[in-house]
């Protein structure tokens, strides 16, 4: 499993901006694709990689990012306003980044059951 901690999530960002993607990881699309499988999985308690906590405040980040209200203005406060901005979208970036990789990996290593037969297991 991946490191879980407060830095976890720009230790993410960082390695998928430097391009040290490990092979067999998934891809942008893939891991944005498994978004709602995660939320679901959180929320029905089949996947504790990321807590109910973290997944509200990853909500959150999204809403402040999208609020015309900030902590810190834009309009006053100019550069310093937008760096608030940037580490939120940083720190949420990352945060989806490690909880899809995750959850992803979990997922693929859960047994499935198709009309009664078992087609895949860990």
Request: no cysteine; hydrophobic share 50%; net charge positive.
């Given at each position: 499993m991946g490191r879980v901690g407060?830095?976890?999530?720009?230790?993410?960002?960082?390695r998928y901006a430097r391009g040290a993607r490990r092979p067999g990881t998934p891809g942008l699309m893939a891991r944005i694709s498994a978004l709602p499988g995660l939320v679901g999985a959180v929320l029905s308690g089949?996947?504790?990689?990321?807590?109910?906590g973290r997944l509200a405040l990853m909500g959150v980040a999204v809403l402040y990012v999208?609020?015309?209200v900030d902590v810190v203005p834009e309009a006053l406060f100019l550069a310093v306003g937008l760096v608030d901005d940037a580490?939120?979208?940083?720190?949420l970036a990352g945060s989806v980044l490690d909880a899809t990789e995750r959850f992803i990996a979990w997922e693929r290593g859960q047994?499935?059951?198709?009309?009664?037969?078992i087609v895949a297991s860990d």
């Open positions: 407060r830095t976890a999530a720009f230790a993410a960002l960082w089949r996947w504790k990689g990321v807590g109910r999208l609020s015309p580490v939120i979208l940083g720190w047994t499935q059951i198709v009309d009664g037969r």
